[in-house]
């Protein structure tokens, strides 16, 4: 085969071919290994790639991960990358890649099972799992060097991981059409987190926990079919402490079917918030509460067709 006697092989990259089968043989000696819709199930057999630090098999026809990854061949992998490939149904244990800094398989859509070990990378940075719309479940997560999250378009994602401890590098998160109910409040542990959007998904419920979050500054669901505050059984003092300490400056909440309840209960807990945004929403009346948003500097409340009382 063409790379049976290339044993210094370091790089392999194809973007583009029309292969019907997949290699016998690929060098061992290879460090970068990039195929675009690799054509086989499986990598050959006697593929040991111990220097391997980047494996990027984008729309390939792998079957399963488990072969290659129970063996720790891959202790040196830097980069994971199997987005795309539509026959993977699970992402197995990757305790034998302690090195993952990258890990991505966003649009594998028959993806229904993610291995714990995924939560306890403590050297990843990056982890993409967009547009899995099989997945139903996300295991807890302890990702101390975890920079970028991503769980968009997951149609059948319900609850958002739950974090174990404090994670320090992730400044923002940004879901859409993803059908989370609840935050956890947990979510506390993203010390450093500065922004949160969510769009397009169900009735999310807040957990009070993030209005003690000292670093962030927008909040922004919007299209979303509702939200709630959440009834956990938190004393007046406590809850009073977190508004003071809550520094969130930009609130946009539009076309989410903000009630007149949820008004209420929660404009007193954005107390530092100077632009609020409520486009599109189906509360009748703006409280009296709104008095307590001594920053506020815009408000915005176009097409609220059943507000009738300021």
């Given at each position: ?127 993409y799992a967009d547009g899995c719309s099989k997945l139903t479940s ?173």
């Amino acid at each position: 085969m063409a790379f049976e006697k290339m044993n210094n092989l370091k790089r392999l990259i194809i973007e583009s071919g029309s292969f019907t089968t997949g290699p016998n043989h690929l060098p061992n000696s290879l460090r970068v290994l990039e195929w675009w819709d690799y054509p086989s199930p499986s990598l050959p057999i006697d593929f040991h790639p111990k220097k391997l630090v980047k494996l990027e098999l984008l729309g390939s026809c792998l079957m399963s991960l488990d072969l290659f990854m129970s063996n720790k061949m891959f202790v040196n992998m830097r980069v994971l990358n199997f987005s795309d490939s539509q026959n993977i149904t699970e992402i197995p244990d990757l305790c034998g890649v302690p090195r993952l800094q990258e890990l991505s398989f966003c649009n594998c859509e028959n993806l229904i099972k993610i291995h714990e070990s995924v939560g306890f990378l403590d050297k990843l940075k990056i982890l993409y799992a967009d547009g899995c719309s099989k997945l139903t479940s996300f295991p807890p997560i302890k990702l101390t060097s975890l920079e970028e999250l991503k769980l968009s378009y997951c149609g059948s994602l319900e609850c958002f991981p739950e974090i174990l401890g404090k994670m320090e590098n992730v400044t923002s998160l940004d879901i859409k059409n993803t059908p989370i109910k609840e935050l956890p409040s947990s979510i506390q542990n993203l010390t450093q987190l500065q922004r949160i959007k969510l769009k397009n998904g169900g009735i999310i419920q807040l957990p009070s926990s993030i209005f003690g979050m000292k670093e962030l500054r927008y909040f922004i669901v919007k299209k979303c079919e509702g939200l709630l505050l959440s009834k956990e059984n938190e004393g007046e003092a406590q809850m009073t402490s977190m508004v003071f300490r809550n520094p969130i400056d930009f609130l946009d909440l539009s076309h989410s079917n903000i009630s007149d309840e949820f008004l209420l209960r929660g404009l007193p807990l954005f107390a530092n918030v100077k632009e609020l945004h409520l486009r599109g929403d189906d509360f009748t009346i703006l409280p009296a509460c709104i008095k307590e948003l001594q920053f506020l500097k815009e408000i915005y409340l176009e097409v609220c067709e059943n507000l009738k009382k300021i």
